[in-house]
């Protein structure tokens, strides 16, 4: 059964540090959504993307945050210079454009020391 | 703004022992209601979508159901392996972003 896969699982930086979050989508979807979900709070979205380009974005998603699809397969959060309070677990997602269902990958567990 | 209310926080059943998890929205015009299984540093697992009032979806012994107003998840005779916690969340227009709720933590002891 298809899935959204991401790397990697767990992923330490130091403060102001940039990290790349990395995501392969459901192959013939063609919405991606990053999501976020700090410890013991709800999941959050941040930004969605179609057609190569960003469709919505959240508050959160500020200067400090980009999204990339750099080939046919990823899918790419860039976090420019980390923050303490940009700990969390990240999730990709991917739709089709037949129906709503958005599919979740594993989470990237970031933690900013 | 969409908002998504979630009840009980918490729930511990008894296995065999039936219970509802209750998900409050409001949305300006619903697109879809999802319900989500999450496991501990997991991602959240797609379980149903509801689109209109009435509706009803079965999946092993998890029913949802929707109103105008609220979505219930019920769980029949519940085992151990549904020991997770649940989400909800709305959508208000198709391939947008979804609106979660905190969810509700089912534990379930044999």
């Known amino acids: 059964e298809p899935e959204v896969t991401q790397t990697p699982s767990h992923q330490v930086t130091q403060m102001g540090q940039e990290v790349i979050l990395r995501c392969v989508p459901i192959?013939?979807?063609?919405?991606f959504y990053w999501y976020r979900q700090i410890l013991g709070q709800k999941v959050e979205f941040l930004v969605s993307?179609?057609?190569?380009?960003?469709?919505?974005k959240s508050e959160i998603f500020d200067d400090q945050f980009s999204v990339e699809r750099p080939d046919g397969s990823n899918f790419t959060l860039k976090i420019r210079s980390t923050k303490l309070e940009d700990s969390a677990m990240y999730f990709c997602?991917?739709?089709?454009?037949?129906?709503?269902?958005?599919?979740f990958g594993p989470g990237t567990r970031l933690t900013v020391l | 703004e969409d908002q998504v209310t979630q009840s009980p926080e918490a729930l511990r059943l008894q296995e065999g022992e039936s219970s509802s998890l209750n998900c409050s929205y409001t949305v300006s015009g619903l697109r879809g209601l999802f319900w989500y299984r999450q496991d501990p540093g997991k991602g959240p697992e797609f379980l149903f979508t509801l689109y209109s009032a009435g509706e009803e979806k079965e999946k092993e012994r998890l029913k949802a159901t929707l109103t105008k107003k609220e979505s219930f998840l019920h769980i029949t005779a519940p085992k151990p392996e549904d020991s997770a916690t649940y989400l909800c969340?709305?959508?208000?227009?198709?391939?947008?972003?979804?609106?979660f709720g905190k969810g509700t933590r089912l534990s379930v002891i044999a």
């Open positions: 997602a991917s739709s089709s454009t037949w129906t709503n269902e958005q599919f």
């Open positions: 969340a709305v959508q208000h227009q198709g391939n947008t972003p979804l609106v």
């Open positions: 993307f179609y057609n190569n380009e960003i469709s919505e």
């Open positions: 192959s013939n979807h063609l919405y």
